[in-house]
């Protein structure tokens, strides 16, 4: 059992990107097992959701979201490894760390593939663990110089810690911006077409319900759409549902067997719901780290 402190010891950004980016081709690629997660509802407080895969290890993710916590995170995970060739049980850990880094992982991997090689302005809308954890991932992938952030409550906090600039409106965050990452736990929309700049790249991470919405109806309508999974994205995403059929899956330009960006003009938008082939490669990463560590 690997608590979140032995996680984070052997788990790094610069690592997680590119194994995203293989995880996702090989989803896409239909070389990975992995059905559209079960989410229970828990009363009016949260959900439970089961997420298994396949990818060379058997495992699965045991997650709740709850986006009422206050002083604690909206999300707990736990994560099981099996033995492809035996089913003998590997290893549990901690996977709030591995939820947290790997979503911005994979938006790392999406504006690299599609946001303009010149970016300069990052734009961030909220202030919580997935803002702190995707200002590390997109400084791998893009130089910035600026990046501005907005909360309803904690921009200010947020901007302070990280020398960033505090905006008072998600508009003002916006405009003007190169790259968009939209990490809130809004269920209305709370990032507006109107705003957006030509040539533009979008993350949206939060909305992971049907009936929840982060973009407003302008802002699908002016973007290329791309997701982790069209079955998944389809199924779970209300602005997805919203916005109709994907261009395509970000594993499928990482492969090359899907246009990324086109033009210089055309603003590009990556709806992420999360999937489970990315905690299972995620958490093989941090077992495979741990058992050299200690020689095993």
């Not at 709740?64 to 604690?72: D, Y």
């Not at 130089?143 to 901007?159: I, L, T």
């Not at 970000?250 to 090359?256: D, S, T, W």
């Amino acid at each position: 059992m690997l608590a979140e402190d032995e996680v984070r010891r052997h788990l790094r950004m610069a690592d997680l990107v590119p194994a995203m980016a293989r995880a996702l081709a090989e989803l896409s690629a239909g070389r990975v097992v992995q059905p559209v997660r079960t989410m229970l509802p828990v009363e009016e407080r949260g959900f439970f959701a089961v997420m298994p895969a396949y990818a060379g290890v058997v495992g699965a993710k045991l997650v709740t979201f709850f986006p009422v916590n206050q002083g604690i995170p909206t999300h707990h995970a736990l994560i099981a490894l099996f033995r492809a060739e035996s089913g003998e049980p590997l290893v549990v850990m901690d996977g709030r760390l591995i939820t947290e880094m790997r979503t911005a992982a994979v938006s790392a991997v999406a504006t690299d593939r599609l946001a303009r090689p010149d970016t300069s302005v990052l734009a961030i809308l909220g202030a919580g663990v997935q803002a702190g954890s995707h200002l590390e991932a997109l400084r791998l992938v893009r130089s910035f110089r600026e990046v501005r952030v907005w909360s309803p409550r904690s921009a200010a906090a947020f901007a302070e810690r990280h020398g960033l600039l505090a905006m008072r409106s998600a508009e003002d965050a916006v405009r003007g911006a190169d790259v968009i990452v939209v990490a809130t736990a809004s269920r209305t929309p709370v990032l507006r077409g109107a705003w957006i700049a030509e040539g533009a790249h979008v993350n949206a991470v939060g909305a992971v319900r049907p009936d929840w919405r982060e973009l407003d109806d302008e802002a699908l309508r002016r973007s290329r759409l791309y997701v982790e999974s069209r079955e998944a994205a389809t199924r779970e995403a209300g602005d997805v549902i919203a916005a109709g059929e994907p261009f395509g899956e970000l594993g499928e330009v990482v492969a090359g067997t899907r246009p990324g960006r086109q033009s210089a003009e055309e603003i590009t938008l990556f709806k992420s719901v999360g999937v489970a082939v990315e905690d299972v490669v995620a958490a093989d990463l941090v077992y495979r780290r741990y058992l050299a560590s200690t020689g095993r």
